[in-house]
């Protein structure tokens, strides 16, 4: 590089008003930096500095008016930019009428979808509408990898390769647009959503060509998963059967015991889908609904052990950046000077547990949180304790995240981190899944027991009284400013059940 070349520093990240009021000395006209130290930096007049926050709430006037100024709202830069660039990385067989059922379908069901979950329906986490659109088109250029075989391509009939486009597009929806929402929202936006797929709408013109699912006629959009090899929708219990108590081991541990259900078989298939096409997932839902446990269980047990090494970091109030990066640096290797990974030949996952829980520092900023996005945006991160500080390369290596509802002790993380997520939303458990969960464990125990029919009998009386008891307290025992400790959830309840798991036959429990 020539000394007369054009040189940026990038300044990427939150503003902190201690750092940033020091720079200003080299935002002035002559660009020197001056330092505590006494020694003055002068700049070259090639050199420019960029600095790039998601607001200035720690910005004094006097920085503000020492740098241009360029602000984006969202809103307004829209999503479409991103669909057009994404289309240049479609698979090299398809051609201007394939292109064109996707045009068709983007146009019509994208924007009035968001429309919809802005105005009517509630988030899980506040989600950009450039974050829900980026989403989709992960799931669904993961859905057209068999395309990229020409031969694949070629041994199809252009009807069929429509139908897999139109369908694929739909079962990327869903779960990236349609999965946001909380759970009194699912059933609303499904209706919208068939309304909108079947031209039902006023002011939305209709699609080209009619789209059957089953879900039009039959259950939710929710209840089914398109396979694209087969061309066809499957329902979720279809995957496995519907009563797998006899699946659990006699050593087993109640609170390690995973009953299958709807919601166990759809966020388990997801999440694995996910880890083998390289998109970060970030699951998002109220204390109590199994994340953890879901997401361990296809880490532990759906991932051949050999080809990836599972990094887990729990995070706290008081988790500490550092500790962060010294977890991963020490489960990682170097692979050359500056590049830091797994075994050769095999891929790292980091889970992160609780992600929203460390406290934000004075300046408003997550710094545990931070050195994640300088992982992904910059490639890894600089060694502490080396005293040149050496950029270490990370390499092979993905994020899966889980965390509370945002709200209460658990804070909002910045737009600037999630967007490079995909974010599913996991739904409260109705009252059908949470008699089929605890039911299956109840009579797991009163078999292996060896309890009398007269008390395994009682299963279902046992869990229908939980259910009306948490119902009543859910509605009545809401908390307030003087009785803050009035929440309850679903740890609550699986505590009862597996209260009464410690009895032993012919024993009261203590």
């Known amino acids: 590089m020539k000394l007369e070349d054009r040189r940026w520093l990038v300044f990427d990240g939150p503003v902190d008003a201690v ?74 067989s398809f051609n201007n009428d394939q292109i064109k059922v996707l045009d068709n379908l983007v146009e019509i069901i994208i924007q009035p979808t968001i429309d919809n979950i802005r105005k009517e329906q509630k988030e899980e986490a506040p989600v950009e509408d450039q974050n829900l659109v980026v989403s989709m088109l992960r799931i669904l250029r993961a859905l057209f990898k068999a395309f990229d075989d020409e031969a694949y391509y070629q041994s199809m009939e252009k009807k069929q390769i429509q139908e897999v486009i139109e369908h694929s597009f739909l079962m990327s929806c869903i779960w990236s647009l349609g999965i946001c929402v909380s759970t009194d929202s699912r059933k609303p936006l499904d209706l919208y959503f ?13 699609l080209k060509n009619k789209i059957k699912a089953p879900f039009f006629d039959r259950g939710t959009i929710y209840d089914y998963c398109y396979i694209p090899d087969q061309n066809k ?11 797998d108590i006899d699946k ?27 880890i083998l096409n ?60 500056d590049t830091f990974g797994p ?36 490639g890894g991160w600089y060694e502490r304790r080396d005293n040149k500080h050496p950029f270490r390369n990370i390499v092979d290596t993905m994020l899966v995240c889980s965390m509370g509802t945002p709200g209460g002790g658990k804070s909002f993380i910045t737009p600037r981190f999630q967007r490079h997520f995909n974010v599913v939303a996991f739904a409260n458990f109705d009252e ?20 009398s029919p007269e008390v395994a009998g009682m299963e279902q009386k046992i869990v229908q009284a939980t259910v009306k008891i948490y119902d009543q307290i859910q509605a009545e025992l809401r908390p307030t400013p003087a009785k803050t400790h009035y929440t309850f959830n679903l740890r609550d309840f699986s505590k009862i059940i597996c209260g009464m798991c410690n009895c032993k036959k012919g024993q009261l429990p203590d």
């Open 233 to 243: 929708w499957q329902h979720w219990m279809d995957f496995t059967n519907k009563d």
């Open 278 to 337: 390289d998109i970060r997932s970030l699951f998002v839902g109220p204390t109590g609904t199994g994340k953890t446990k879901y997401i361990q269980n296809v880490l532990n047990h759906k991932l051949e052990a050999s080809q990836w090494l599972i990094i887990e970091i729990g995070f706290s109030a008081q988790t500490h950046c550092n500790m962060v990066q010294d977890i991963v640096d020490m489960k990682i290797e170097k692979r050359r000077r």
């Open 343 to 378: 075994r050769f030949g095999t891929r790292a996952i980091v889970y992160v547990d609780d992600l929203n829980m460390p406290k934000l520092e004075k300046y408003g900023a997550q710094p545990p949180i931070e050195v994640l996005r300088q992982m992904i945006d910059g």
């Open 432 to 451: 059908n899944s949470l008699n089929a969960i605890f039911r299956s464990i109840l009579r797991w125990h009163f078999r292996e027991g060896g309890f």
């Open 19 to 92: 750092w940033i009021e020091n720079m200003n000395t080299v935002l002035d006209d002559n660009k020197k930096l001056c330092l505590m130290s006494s020694e003055v930096i002068a700049m070259t007049p090639g050199m420019s500095m960029i600095f790039e926050p998601m607001d200035l709430a720690e910005a004094s006037p006097a920085t503000v008016s020492r740098c241009g100024m360029v602000y984006l709202q969202p809103h307004e830069m829209g999503w479409h930019h991103l669909y057009m660039s994404w289309k240049k990385n479609l698979p090299t």
């Open 194 to 206: 068939k309304k909108v797929v079947n031209g039902e709408v006023e002011g939305i013109p209709k």
């Open 248 to 274: 659990f081991p006699k050593a087993s541990v109640v609170n390690d015991l995973i009953v299958t259900t709807a919601e166990t078989i759809k966020y388990g298939y997801i999440q694995e889908f996910f």
